[in-house]
Every structure is written in structure tokens, then in C-alpha cells.
């Protein structure tokens, strides 16, 4: 291995390793409004993963997202007021149901491609967002779903009632899930959409049922946007029609854009870098009301500095060679 790919190596490491003390440490070094902050990124992160699996990874943009996220958040708040406060059953449930009501949708959806998909997936997202405002004797309509117990991660485990341990269940599931998912993207499958993505023609003439594909990813992506709503359900301990509007899901392919598409991490830290923008830049005396002002200025700002996103970002490493005497 040559000396600059050692060090790019090592470098990768040690930014891996420090994040992760970072995200353990936070709880100790920040407020409460900070690591509930924290907490919320780490479900956008989410679910803008589950936005990347579609876009960057099979060359779907998609708007339908905050769907699937909804019907997971709706889910597990049912679920936890009705049946059980037990997080693992809520995530499951959560999962579950996101999944079988991706099918029918999907189905429709991946019969198209483009803008079309585009608009297709933008149409399922208010149609989500009709059905929690007008089904009011499941979702409580406009009022929202409030009264919703702490959430108890595993059977046995006391109920998580303070912030920091409620972000550490949610960095717990984040972590276990983003591992799955970046594993998922070295498998034939992965590859098998890299190939829908860059020339789905040529994947269908050599055999590959491209819709059987894509609609297979699109039922997983919601599956993951149904976890991510749950865990909003955790964090919240509140759910409204607005969680499955169309804002939720234009700032998840926003992470999605200004990250890099394709690239996982580059969605986390994308989904960060927005929600921060939002909710902290733009409460900003300064600036305070011009949290969508901020926002377009940083996409422009990302469009046209950084082509890749911030998953391409290279910093420059010297490679070290030793001197022979």
C-alpha cells in the first residue's frame, strides 16, 4: 500500500474514532437543549439515508420520503399509547407497517423514472399528509398525537424520561442501522442498482429485473424512514400531520444533495449540517425568521463549491517517504 493511501487510511480512522467518542461524550458536555438537538439530527440523518438509498444508490430522486416517515412515526405512537411502550416492538411495528404500505406505492412509482418518479413521489407524500390531517379518529387530525408514554428500549429496562438517555437509545439504533446500511452497499445488490442508476437499459437486456430491484429498495427505504419516524415518536413524544409534509421531505433530499449523493456518511453529515442551519443559524438574532434564506444560500453555496457534496472532500495528505542515506 503506497504511503498516501496509508495515510488517507489512517486519517479515516481517526476521524471515524473521533466522531464516535464525540457522539458518546455529548450528553456530558452539552445541555439538555442541545442533546435533544442532537437527537433530532440523528433521526433526519436517518431518514436522509433512506433518501440516499433511492437517489444516490439507484438514481431515484425522491420527495415521498416524509410518506413513510410519517406512517412510522403514526405507527409507533399508536402502538406505544395502545398496545406497549416497548421501543424494540414500536421500531419493528414501525418498520413493518412503512414497509407494506411502500409496496403499493412503490409499485406505482418505479414504473416511472426521472421527473416523473419525482412528481410521483411528491404526490404520495400529500396524500400521506391528507390522510393524517382528515383521518382524524386515528391521528387526532391538526391537533396531533400528544400523551405519549417514555419509551422503554428493551423488556425488563426502566423508561427512558431524561434527554441523555433517550439520546443515547437513538444513537444506539442510529449506529446499528447506519453499519447495516453502509454493509448493504459492498453486497451484488448495491452493485446491481449502481448498474439501474448508471444505465438501467443495459442491466434489463442482460436479464436483471430492473423494477423488481428498484421496487425492492424502495419498500427498504421506507422500512428505514418508518424506523427514523418512531424514533422521532421517542425524542418528540409528539407526532403532527406536518411530520409527513412536504418540508420534511425537501430538507431530507437537501442533506441528501448538500452531503453527496451516494455516499452515507456524507447524507449524515448533510442532514446535520441542514437541521443546524434551520434550527440554530436561523434562530440567530441576527437573522432570526431566515432559516429557508439560509438554506437556499447553502445549497447554492454547495452547487457550486462542491459539485460532489461534502462526501467529496479531499483534504490534501503528505505522504512521508523515508530518506535513504
Do not use: H
Not at 78 to 92: K, S
Not at 170 to 193: C, H, K
Amino acid at each position: 500500500m503506497s504511503p498516501s493511501a496509508t495515510a488517507g487510511s489512517t486519517a479515516r480512522r481517526l476521524s471515524v474514532t473521533a466522531v464516535l467518542v464525540g457522539l458518546a461524550l455529548a450528553p456530558f458536555l452539552l445541555g439538555s437543549y442541545a442533546v435533544g438537538t442532537l437527537s433530532r439530527i440523528l433521526v433526519f440523518a436517518l431518514l436522509a439515508m433512506s433518501v440516499n438509498l433511492l437517489t444516490g444508490l439507484t438514481g431515484l430522486p425522491t420527495l415521498g420520503q416524509s410518506a413513510y416517515f410519517g406512517v412510522g412515526a403514526y405507527t409507533a405512537a399508536i402502538v406505544a399509547t395502545r398496545l406497549t411502550d416497548i421501543g424494540i416492538l414500536q421500531l419493528l411495528t414501525a418498520a413493518v407497517v412503512s414497509a407494506l404500505v411502500a409496496v403499493p406505492t412503490g409499485w406505482l412509482a418505479v414504473r416511472a423514472r426521472g421527473v416523473v418518479f419525482l412528481m410521483l413521489t411528491l404526490a404520495i407524500g400529500e396524500i400521506a399528509y391528507s390522510a393524517a390531517v382528515n383521518w382524524k379518529s386515528l391521528t387526532n387530525g391538526t391537533d396531533g398525537m400528544s400523551g405519549i408514554p417514555p419509551v422503554v428500549p428493551l423488556p425488563g429496562m426502566p423508561a427512558l424520561e431524561l434527554d441523555g438517555l433517550v439520546y443515547f437509545y437513538v444513537l444506539a439504533v442510529s449506529l446499528l442501522l447506519f453499519a447495516a446500511v453502509s454493509r448493504l452497499g459492498s453486497t451484488p445488490f448495491a452493485l446491481a442498482l449502481r448498474g439501474i442508476r448508471d444505465n438501467e437499459r443495459r442491466m434489463s437486456a442482460i436479464g436483471y429485473p430492473t423494477r423488481r430491484y428498484a421496487l425492492t429498495v424502495y419498500c427498504g427505504a421506507g422500512a428505514l424512514a418508518g424506523v427514523a419516524g418512531a424514533l422521532w415518536v421517542s425524542v418528540q413524544r409528539f407526532v403532527s400531520p406536518g411530520d409527513a409534509g412536504f418540508e420534511i421531505a425537501a430538507l431530507a433530499l437537501l442533506a441528501v444533495v448538500i452531503g453527496g449523493s451516494g455516499s452515507m456518511w456524507g447524507a449524515c453529515a448533510g442532514a446535520a449540517l441542514v437541521w443546524l442551519t434551520r434550527d440554530y443559524l436561523g434562530n440567530l438574532e441576527a437573522v432570526a425568521g431566515r432559516g429557508p434564506l439560509l438554506l437556499g444560500l447553502l445549497f447554492v453555496i454547495a452547487v457550486y463549491t462542491l459539485p460532489r457534496g461534502l462526501a467529496g472532500v479531499r483534504l490534501p495528505l503528505k505522504a512521508t517517504r523515508k530518506r535513504t542515506a
